[in-house]
């Protein structure tokens, strides 16, 4: 049985007011929804001050990216230590925003996979169609050809300790959700996939759902068989709305 998972990815938004706000609101719904891991990923800049109200509560945090590299001449970058001595438990690798708008191909994005992890982090691998992928049909060749470069790379049983992050980029930010049948389906398909390689690895990895996930619609997607749980975006700024969605993945 795994266990549910529902992360917050707070992108470029956060004041330090919002986020005492924010973490102090979810900290009920992380205790009344006892089964269900309650993550956030804040900008980097927000990590200590998360650190500092997570101290007490059952909530753990991450980053939303890291570097490949771990240390020098690499103006603008965090990495995996730095993340690893703040307390972060995970890193988001390969959000759709970063490989569209950064340009980080798929293997750049399993060299921070494989970095994350040999650091102590556990990477979410997020992985998606956009939405003339989708329309051409090719979602479950775009989703194995980004596993694959993890897989190339750092072998099937690393994604025993990593989490998979499925997020249709055309889901993302638009408020169009995939019904939670289309979502299933690509989801049995990646745990299919890995299960090719490893039934195990593929039985036991968690594999959430992003894309406009809102109090309104998680359960619905959380009681899929293969939806593990969600990464959310605009609903995870709210701790009213945020609550609601991590409600919804309560057994
Ligand atoms: P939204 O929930 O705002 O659609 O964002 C999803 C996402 O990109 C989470 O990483």
Redesign the pocket.
């Known amino acids: 049985m795994r266990q549910a998972l529902v992360m917050g990815?707070w992108k470029l938004n956060a004041t330090k007011a919002s986020v005492e706000a924010l973490i102090n609101g979810l900290v009920d719904a992380a205790k009344d929804n006892a089964t269900v891991e309650v993550a956030v990923c804040p900008p980097a800049v927000f990590i200590p001050q998360v650190e500092a109200l997570t101290a007490d509560t059952a909530i753990t945090y991450g980053a939303q990216d890291c570097d490949v590299n771990t240390s020098g001449a690499f103006t603008g970058e965090n990495s995996a230590v730095m993340l690893k001595e703040f307390g972060c438990k995970y890193t988001l690798v390969g959000?759709s925003e970063r490989r569209v708008i950064h340009g980080e191909s798929s293997e750049v994005v399993a060299d921070k996979f494989a970095v994350a992890q040999e650091n102590g982090l556990v990477p979410v691998l997020c992985i998606g169609e956009t939405l003339e992928q989708f329309e051409a049909g090719e979602t479950k060749a775009v989703v194995e050809a980004q596993l694959q470069a993890v897989v190339t790379k750092s072998g099937i049983t690393s994604l025993n300790n990593a989490v998979i992050a499925y997020?249709p980029v055309w889901?993302?930010?638009t408020g169009k959700t995939a019904t939670p049948e289309i979502a299933q389906e690509i989801h049995a398909h990646i745990r299919s996939w890995l299960a090719e390689q490893d039934a195990a690895v593929a039985n036991k990895v968690q594999i959430l759902y992003?894309?406009?996930?809102k109090g309104a619609n998680s359960a619905e997607l959380f009681g899929q068989a293969d939806i593990d749980g969600g990464?959310?975006?605009?609903?995870s700024l709210d701790a009213v709305e945020f609550s609601k969605v991590i409600a919804g993945a309560s057994a």
């Not at 992003?210 to 996930?213: I, K, P, Q």
């Not at 990464?231 to 609903?235: N, R, S």
């Open positions: 990815n959000h997020e889901a993302i930010g992003g894309g406009s996930v990464l959310v975006g605009g609903a």
